[in-house]
């Protein structure tokens, strides 16, 4: 009957569900024995076509051989603050930065440059992807980490002007979709256990808007630099500037 069919379809897709999960695990123990790391892996399974063990293999091995070169430990730094950046600003204005960026609107070299580096790595990884040349794919992510790391040091995303401050934030939504096209780079963790902020200023001719943006932006300043690198720990020395108006006592365990 095909209420009967209906129940073997479900058995047999919880079935091949479990098989996979089980042959995932046992990939992932065979893959550490070799020297990847569990994130590395964990942003490949993220990936369509993880029931291809040869290929996730292949993907896996590829991603961990591009992280261990300066530019692959780099760019995945500017893809998470992007990312992060990108993020934050679509949670408070309630919409997705998906749109394309225009580079008529680019204004500066460095935005010029990087509007042209990302046309041509999407040029690069569409095919080597479609080839399943991982390598070949990690390679072009490459050549974004120098524009990538130029563009943040003299671009300001959230700049008074709203077209211009729509279209950056359209252009790192392309830094998200390209490098997310590789591998799932927001499984990555950081490497960076302990971040430590000495924020305080102890000038007591200090004025206020002063002991603010040492204090208090510094502080939100160097949280962000925690959030993009993954930090594991942030730990926070400073006056009670930094931590904002409290009525009653600290205590070590706050």
């Known amino acids: 009957s095909q209420e009967v069919q209906q129940k073997r379809s479900a058995l047999a897709s919880v079935f091949a569900s479990d098989l996979l999960g089980f042959l995932h695990d046992r990939l992932k123990v065979h893959l550490r024995d070799q020297g990847i790391r569990h994130d590395v892996i964990d942003a490949c399974l993220a990936m369509p076509g993880n029931d291809d063990l040869a290929l996730l293999v292949n993907r896996a091995t590829a991603l961990a051989a591009f992280l261990k070169t ?7 730094q500017g893809f998470k603050r992007a990312q992060k950046l ?15 960026a225009d580079p008529k609107f680019a204004e500066g070299p460095e935005e010029k440059t990087l509007f042209a580096t990302l046309d041509a790595a999407e040029k690069a990884i569409a ?13 072009a992510m490459a050549a974004l980490r120098a524009p990538i790391d130029a563009f943040f040091e003299a671009v300001q995303i959230n700049t008074d002007n709203p077209v211009i401050r729509r279209n950056r934030l359209n252009l790192l939504s392309r830094i998200r979709a390209i490098c997310l096209s590789v591998a799932d ?70």
């Not at 300066?70 to 995945?76: F, I, V």
């Not at 095919?127 to 390679?139: I, K, N, V």
């Not at 927001?186 to 603010?212: C, I, N, Q, R, W």
């Not at 160097?222 to 690198?229: D, R, T």
């Open 185 to 254: 780079l927001t499984k990555l963790e950081g490497k960076v256990k302990h971040l430590f902020h000495l924020g305080a200023v102890y000038d007591l001719e200090a004025s206020a808007e002063e002991m603010h943006k040492a204090n208090i932006v510094g502080t939100e300043s160097a949280l962000a630099v925690a959030n993009a690198v993954n930090a594991g720990c942030f730990h926070l020395v400073s006056s009670i500037a930094a931590a904002g108006l409290y009525r009653g006592t600290f205590t070590e365990d706050m």
């Open 127 to 139: 095919p080597a992807m479609a080839q399943e040349d991982f390598a070949a794919a990690m390679s």
């Open 70 to 76: 300066d530019d692959g430990e780099n760019l995945t």
């Open 86 to 100: 990108l993020s934050d600003e679509e949670k408070k204005d309630g919409v997705e930065y998906s749109y394309g």
